[in-house]
């Protein structure tokens, strides 16, 4: 009887060191990710541009000019602002944007009414870059608020994305109330 009940605590001692090591590698294997390349530890933007990729081409920071009164409304225009990158090893030209929120879209640049990426290339879009405009808007649209525009490339082809209004670049003032007293 003896022999029995030793063996049982030895099962339960092995059992017990088997749980032990069980939880410290729980513990150390959920630590692996708390160093600095942890999702965390990078920081966005409140309102990020929409990104695509199409081909050789891809878009980034997508995104509407923030409107000076605050809201884009029906019959307003607004400048729409992203960077294209070309990978390839050939030209290509952005021919054609469209969006579910304007009537049309103008583009305007050193080419006329379709813009050139070379290869190995970039284009900005914002400031003294080339205009893509959205011409006629049919709806009230705000900061943060996305609409569907679609880009047409020449060699390409097409592809639709989520484009947001872009947030204030500064703080905007805000209104302090005075008691009447």
Same mark, same amino acid.
């Given at each position: 009887?003896?022999?029995?009940?030793?063996?049982?605590?030895?099962?339960?001692?092995?059992?017990?060191?088997?749980?032990?090591?069980?939880?410290?590698?729980?513990?150390?294997?959920?630590?692996?990710?708390?160093?600095?390349?942890a999702q965390t530890?990078?920081?966005?933007?409140?309102?990020?541009?929409a990104q695509a990729?199409?081909?050789?081409?891809?878009?980034?920071?997508?995104?509407?000019?923030?409107?000076?009164?605050?809201?884009?409304?029906?019959?307003?225009?607004?400048?729409?602002?992203?960077?294209?990158?070309? #990978?390839?090893?050939?030209? #290509?030209?952005?021919?054609?944007?469209?969006?579910?929120?304007?009537?049309?879209?103008?583009?305007?640049?050193? #080419?006329?009414?379709?813009?050139?990426?070379?290869?190995?290339?970039?284009?900005?879009?914002?400031? #003294?870059?080339?205009?893509?405009?959205?011409?006629?808007?049919?709806?009230?649209?705000?900061?943060?608020?996305?609409?569907?525009?679609?880009?047409?490339?020449?060699?390409?082809?097409?592809?639709?994305?989520?484009?947001?209004?872009?947030?204030?670049?500064?703080?905007?003032?805000?209104?302090?109330?005075?008691?009447?007293?």
């Open positions: 009887m003896r022999r029995r009940i030793s063996q049982h605590r030895g099962m339960s001692t092995r059992s017990a060191l088997l749980a032990s090591v069980g939880v410290a590698a729980t513990v150390l294997a959920s630590g692996c990710a708390a160093g600095q390349i530890a990078e920081e966005q933007p409140g309102v990020p541009g990729t199409l081909g050789n081409i891809q878009l980034h920071n997508v995104s509407i000019a923030y409107p000076n009164s605050g809201s884009y409304q029906p019959g307003s225009m607004g400048r729409l602002n992203f960077v294209v990158v070309n #990978d390839g090893k050939q030209a #290509d030209h952005l021919v054609g944007v469209s969006a579910g929120a304007a009537k049309s879209v103008r583009i305007s640049g050193p #080419d006329g009414n379709r813009i050139q990426v070379g290869p190995q290339s970039s284009v900005n879009a914002y400031g #003294d870059g080339p205009k893509v405009q959205l011409v006629n808007m049919v709806r009230q649209l705000r900061s943060s608020e996305r609409t569907t525009v679609t880009f047409r490339f020449d060699r390409a082809g097409e592809v639709s994305v989520k484009v947001p209004v872009a947030p204030a670049s500064t703080v905007l003032p805000t209104t302090h109330l005075v008691p009447k007293g």
